[in-house]
């Protein structure tokens, strides 16, 4: 009887004591096994290096840190755990999220019946600081249809947590982009999705928590920026539509007018809503009208 395939669960930390353990947890009491669980301390300076050092005494995680205890960033840790794991698949977990009960099982029978998909993902459900349910994101109502035109223009993905993604995804796509401190998700998935088809499995698989201390929650002028530069690398490294990087760069700009808007900086707040305008003028037409974007 062959052996079942060993999970690699990757969870990059910074000061995450408050969350840390209920991430962990969820992680363990998987229905699926084997699954190696590997957490990347990236330089916290809470308490949660003590709590995980617990964990990693009691042998139910791996624990890697910087050199120095250094905090190198997201993207950092997530390469150090992936050049550690030693599964076939990998799965990351914010340190502030947690796994539904059975997401790996039904993640895993997913991808090893259909061989030629590459990464598969889940339902999230956005829960607030105590666990409270917010939305869900994808939408029930959600496809995929892996073409990467629409994921660039719109993040759909929850990459962290919702996904189940196969080791030598990695080899082909390469590592997390550790230049960006925002949006390494959003990079990473347009560049898995414009090498191998992905699906999405209609089943909860994770819990994503909105909270103020979130990386989401903070950072907005970096995260935006980092939207451009993911937009132009992504349209050096694939034939994008034409029409899709005009309203990616459209949609960029005007969530950077927002950003300086609620600063006080109101022209060069204009100067970027203009430029959304001209780029995509019914998105701002809907907009005006009250439409969300």
Known sequence: MNERPLVSVIVPSYNRAKYIEQAIESACLQSYKPIEIIVVDDGSTDDSLTLLRRFEASGRIRLFTHPDHENKGQSRSLNLGILHCVGDYVSILDSDDY?????????????????????????????DAEGRFLFKVPGDSHTETSDPNNLLLDCYMALPGGSLIRRSVFTRVGMFEESFRAGQDHDMALRIMEEFKVAFLPEVAFFYRKHGESISANGLETRWRTGMQILKRAKNRYPYEKCTIRKRKAVIN???????????????????????GFLDPLRAARVLLGSKI
């Open 254 to 276: 005007y969530r950077l007018g927002q950003v300086y808007w609620t600063r006080g900086q109101k022209w060069r707040s204009l100067g970027y809503l203009t430029a959304s």
């Open 99 to 127: 796994f539904a009960p059975r997401k790996i099982e039904q993640q895993i029978a997913f991808l090893e019946k259909f061989k030629n998909v590459g990464m598969v993902y889940g339902q999230g459900h956005a829960v």
